[in-house]
């Protein structure tokens, strides 16, 4: 049996090698198969999941948040979403890290609830459709995460 790689919101960001992989960078995401089998030499802090509506997890996150940022002080943070990007989003620009939001490729018309909620606060806005950029006056539109 061969193994699939799942799609969404890790693998939108982890197809941007290219981009990362020149840099000293740290993965914050859910511990699933995909995620520990393509991190397994990537330095890894696994956040607390499901994020979906779930008031706990995100006062987790945010706990995580702090914790990691203070600790590892990075210069940008870049995020696909979804949940558990929005406690990192906020508090890093609130620390004065630069932040930058990608929002899924499977948003078309309208943002994400994290979109929505990120869009108003982030340095830089991701979209992968033109439509949707000319929707959102502040978001860029480059292309897609293939």
Not at 66 to 85: C, F, N
Request: with cysteine.
């Amino acid at each position: 049996m061969s193994r699939l790689l799942r799609g969404g919101h890790f693998f939108e960001l982890y197809s941007l090698t290219p981009l990362w992989k020149q840099h000293d960078c740290f993965w914050v995401t859910f511990k699933k198969e995909d995620t520990q089998c393509l991190l397994r030499e990537e330095k890894v802090y696994w956040a607390y999941a499901p994020t979906n509506r779930s008031f706990r997890n995100l006062i987790r996150n945010a706990w995580l948040a702090a914790k990691i940022l203070l600790r590892e002080r990075p210069h940008i943070i870049i995020s696909t979403g979804a949940g558990v990007g929005v406690p990192f989003l906020v508090l890093g620009r609130i620390l004065g890290i630069r932040t930058i939001y990608i929002e899924s490729m499977a948003r078309i018309r309208n943002l994400s609830l994290t979109g929505r909620l990120v869009y108003p606060i982030v340095h830089r806005f991701y979209v992968q459709w033109p439509d949707l950029a000319r929707k959102y006056q502040r978001s860029f539109y480059q292309g897609q995460v293939v």
